[in-house]
């Protein structure tokens, strides 16, 4: 919960900062915010090789080093203020980010026993909006009451981090592992529904990421205090509700959760292309990032269908295949922005259809051996 509530201090900075950065001093335009965002999205697809870094050092001590490279990115992202500047301290900033992130859902499915698991996600992504909270309010004193410049903001936020990550270091022993992790990349036939609904959640969270907030800045003008009180809102929410998100997951089960969250995901992408208010636009931001505490059941669901052995391979997998359309997808729809904005976001309510669709595929009670609907005995024992 500490390394949680340490991510967000960097990357919530960082998040509230960029449309306005790269604007404002690097002059982007959405062709350059997508490429941006391209590859800050290559850490991420490879993910899995996380498996090879953790014959060097364990899954705890990534965490930490993770940690402490996602705050340096951070840190000195607002000292270049140049296209190549802002993608170099990106490219750094993604690569601590996302092998935290790969690292801590494998720890955290290891450490919580599964009857608690979707309610202990639930309040670890409510710590982490928290934090995030925290962060946003800092950086909308920063520029609307202080008037600061955006290095020492981003100093301030990655140094927070850094700081964290050290005092984890020092303050925390290492916890044992249950159950040794294969130390080799892992694929199997009979999660590859978790791997096609991982695929699809990677590309609409891009959508969302990526143009969602850029909409704001260059449609509706949004500045950066406006954009960090928007990032407040959705903090505020988050904390609040992902706890109890959590508890109705595992109230509900995974099939409904994923159900609603694709059915509102559809409805919110279409709304997008065709918003012209810009209140009613920050209404469907806020509804958007609710949905994101909803993913908490991918990886509920996954935990119930895996071998124990599997799970730190798997994160690795995971997170490359959630990655694979991440890299794609914002530098092409970049250019697509520059026809039409309205397509992308047309696009994303197609990808919210096709996870629904999988959504009803996943059983009432998931467990090895009953990963989908349609599994077959005999191809799960093959397996």
């Known amino acids: 919960m500490l390394m949680a509530a340490a991510v967000p201090l960097s990357f919530a900075t960082w998040q509230a900062l960029l449309n306005n950065f790269a604007v404002e001093r690097a002059a982007f335009t959405g062709a350059e915010i997508g490429i941006l965002q391209s590859i800050r999205e290559i850490p991420g697809f490879l993910a899995f090789a996380v498996v090879f870094v953790l014959l060097l050092m364990r899954e705890q001590t990534l965490a930490l080093v993770a940690l402490l490279l996602l705050g340096i990115g951070t840190a000195v992202t607002g000292f270049f203020p140049t296209v190549l500047g802002l993608y170099l301290t990106t490219f750094a900033m993604s690569l ?33 909006s928290f934090t995030g909270l925290v962060s946003f309010g800092l950086v909308y004193l920063a520029f609307d009451r202080l008037a600061l410049d955006f290095s020492w903001v981003y100093l301030a936020g990655g140094g927070a981090t850094v700081l964290i990550a050290l005092v984890a270091w020092v303050a925390f022993p290492h916890f044992p592992q249950r159950v040794e992790q294969r130390k080799h990349l892992v694929l199997r036939r009979r ?15 891009q959508i969302f990421v990526v143009f969602a907030g850029f ?55 279409t ?37 124990p052995a599997d799970i730190a391979p798997s994160a690795g997998v995971g997170f490359t295949i959630n990655h694979i ?27 919210g259809a ?30």
């Open 325 to 351: 359309a991440a890299v794609v997808i914002p530098a092409i729809f970049g250019l697509v922005w520059l026809v039409s904005p309205s397509a992308v976001f047309l696009a994303g309510a197609a990808i």
């Open 271 to 307: 709304a997008y292309a065709f918003v012209e208010n810009a209140t009613v636009a920050a209404g469907l931001y806020v509804i958007d990032h609710l949905f994101f505490a909803m993913a908490i059941a991918i990886k509920t669901y996954f935990q119930k269908i895996a071998d």
């Open 96 to 128: 601590g980010f996302h092998y935290y992130e790969t690292v801590q859902t494998s720890l955290a499915l290891q450490w919580i026993e599964h009857d608690k698991a979707a309610h202990t996600l639930g309040r670890i992504v409510g710590i982490g």
């Open 215 to 269: 909409l704001m800045v260059e449609k509706f003008g949004y500045s950066v205090a406006d954009i960090s009180l928007l990032f407040l809102i959705n903090g505020a929410l988050t904390m609040v509700l992902a706890p109890r998100i959590g508890a109705l997951i595992g109230r509900w089960g995974e099939r409904r959760a994923l159900t609603v969250e694709y059915i509102g995901l559809i409805l919110v992408f």
């Open 191 to 205: 999660y590859w529904l978790y791997y096609a609904l991982t695929f699809l959640s990677g590309a609409r969270r």
């Open 354 to 383: 096709g996870s629904l669709v999988l959504a009803r595929l996943v059983p009432p009670q998931p467990e090895p051996g009953r990963e989908t609907v349609v599994t077959r005995p005999a191809l799960a024992a093959a397996e």
